[in-house]
């Protein structure tokens, strides 16, 4: 199975910048696609951007051009450089993990979640 640890969320003024990280644990040879999802007060949670093992990132409509996701592989991490932040950005940001197929017919989960991390952005 797989842990998630999420770190990196806080407070900061509109326009500002935040890197929120995510270290992998476990069996971490099984993920596939590593991301970010965020969720807002009264709103479902939300693909911020996802990127799948030797691919290529993919992003939410809303972040694009100001968010960056990476991954680091060697030491399981998955980084999310956030730019321009807006007040709308204000929400929970979850880190994710998807195994790979044969993974989850060994009986892992279709999908790991974090606990995670506040980010909130003032006006």
């Known amino acids: 199975q797989v842990q998630l640890v999420e770190s990196g969320g806080g407070l900061v003024q509109a326009g500002g910048s935040l890197r929120l990280s995510c270290a992998a644990s476990?069996?971490?040879?099984?993920?596939?696609?590593m991301g970010w999802y965020r969720q807002a007060p009264g709103k479902q949670r939300e693909l911020v951007a996802s990127?799948?093992?030797?691919?290529?990132?993919n992003y939410g409509d809303s972040v694009k051009g100001r968010f960056s996701i990476s991954r680091d592989n060697a030491r399981n991490m998955v980084l999310l450089q956030m730019s321009s932040l807006q007040p709308e950005d204000t929400a929970v940001y979850y880190c994710?993990?998807?195994?790979?197929?044969?993974?989850?017919?060994?009986?892992?989960?279709?999908?790991?979640w974090g606990q995670g991390t506040q980010v909130t952005v003032s006006a």
């Open positions: 476990g069996s971490t040879e099984s993920i596939s696609v």
């Open positions: 990127i799948p093992s030797g691919g290529s990132p």
């Open positions: 994710n993990a998807e195994p790979y197929r044969d993974y989850v017919h060994l009986g892992f989960e279709t999908e790991y």
